[in-house]
């Protein structure tokens, strides 16, 4: 089966870091470009970062110079450094997995809290 279980979720000051976790198991990982998404209540869900499977990257604006998405084929696991958080951080950090990068076959985990105090 296809799983992605992200980890590393928590609460954390204004100003602190996280480092959150995707490992995915049940697809072949190189093949698939990796997405972080975020939902805070009462907004639409936002893509905070993607990394193709050729490594290219993208960030949300309002994360730049902050966040770095990163793979690790051999351990079929993507991360997500977050640094200087701020309370505007907060929401529920998903992952996406995306065949090929093309829409057509994803998959999603089951996500993780992250709080940011001010």
């Known amino acids: 089966q296809v799983q992605l279980v992200e980890s590393g979720g928590g609460l954390v000051q204004a100003g602190g870091s996280l480092r959150l976790s995707c490992a995915a198991s049940?697809?072949?990982?190189?093949?698939?470009?990796i997405g972080w998404y975020r939902q805070a209540p009462g907004k639409q869900r936002e893509l905070v970062a993607r990394?193709?499977?050729?490594?290219?990257?993208t960030y949300l604006d309002s994360v730049k110079g902050r966040f770095t998405i990163s793979r690790d084929n051999a351990k079929n696991t993507v991360y997500l450094e977050m640094n200087s958080l701020k309370p505007e951080d907060t929401a529920v950090y998903r992952c996406?997995?995306?065949?090929?990068?093309?829409?057509?076959?994803?998959?999603w985990g089951q996500g993780t809290q992250v709080t940011v105090s001010s």
């Open positions: 996406n997995a995306d065949q090929d990068g093309l829409g057509l076959i994803i998959y």
């Open positions: 990394i193709s499977k050729r490594g290219s990257i």
């Open positions: 049940g697809i072949s990982f190189s093949t698939y470009s």
